[in-house]
């Protein structure tokens, strides 16, 4: 079993639609969590970045942490076509190496 | 926006090529890695350092060797390319528990 799960999709929306995109994870000492953006064919892009339970607003963007029930997930309101990309959620503890989930495909349909 | 640059963006070349993608961060942070990916498949590291003359194997094998002997810089050299090396090499750093910046990346063909 993987230290990090997310589903790969792909999750395909329309315009407008709230998305919520989710990674669940079993290593309860994880720290902090992050959620980046791939566009195709780019490196990933830092989108949120939080290191306790909450949730945490940036725009159209809310990220979410349960520790508790170790998840944690990503709300995109008002989704745009410019959203459509690869939604990667990783986490981590100390200075130890980042653990990535396997990224979500989305698909904004105009 | 990350101070992480990555050349050559784009690489063509034959088997049996040594190649060495170069990897630079001016934001002076001491950890370095490289992820090999896919299209559409998920990030595998494949090398890190956590500092000078610092580097270690990461969780997916790779024949690729990596140095780091400036803070700034953390090249990975391939000694003699071949077709199944054919990828994307993401570079990325980061500073303790702050958060990790990935470069543009560099799609590598080996034909």
């Known amino acids: 079993q993987k230290e990090v799960e997310q589903d790969p999709g792909p999750l395909s929306v329309p315009e407008g639609a709230i998305v919520s995109l989710n990674c669940t994870y079993s290593?309860?000492?994880?720290?902090?969590f992050m959620w980046y953006r791939q566009y195709s064919r780019k490196g990933p892009e830092l989108l949120m970045y939080?290191?306790?339970?909450g949730n945490k607003e940036d725009g159209r963007f809310t990220a979410q942490v349960d520790k508790s029930s170790k998840y944690i997930s990503l709300f995109i309101r008002d989704s745009q076509p410019s959203d459509s990309a690869t939604y990667l959620c990783?986490?981590?503890?100390?200075?130890?190496?980042?653990?990535f989930g396997q990224g979500t495909r989305l698909t904004i349909n105009p | 926006e990350a101070d992480i640059y990555q050349t050559p963006r784009y690489l063509v070349i034959g088997t049996g090529k040594k190649i060495t993608l170069e990897c630079s961060q001016t934001?002076?942070?001491?950890?370095m890695y490289w992820y090999q990916q896919d299209p559409g498949m998920e990030l595998h590291l494949i090398h890190y350092?956590?500092?000078?003359?610092?580097?270690e194997k990461g969780d997916l094998s790779s024949e690729s060797t990596v140095s780091r002997i400036r803070t700034e810089h953390f090249p990975l050299t391939l000694e003699s390319a071949r077709p199944s090396h054919t990828s994307q090499y993401l570079c990325?750093?980061?500073?303790?528990?702050?958060?990790?910046?990935f470069g543009p990346g560099t799609r590598l063909l080996v034909l």
């Open positions: 990325a750093s980061r500073k303790e528990q702050e958060t990790q910046y």
């Open positions: 290593n309860s000492a994880f720290q902090y």
């Open positions: 939080t290191y306790s339970s």
């Open positions: 990783a986490m981590g503890r100390g200075a130890q190496k980042l653990v």
């Open positions: 934001m002076g942070h001491d950890k």
């Open positions: 350092s956590y500092g000078v003359n610092s580097t």
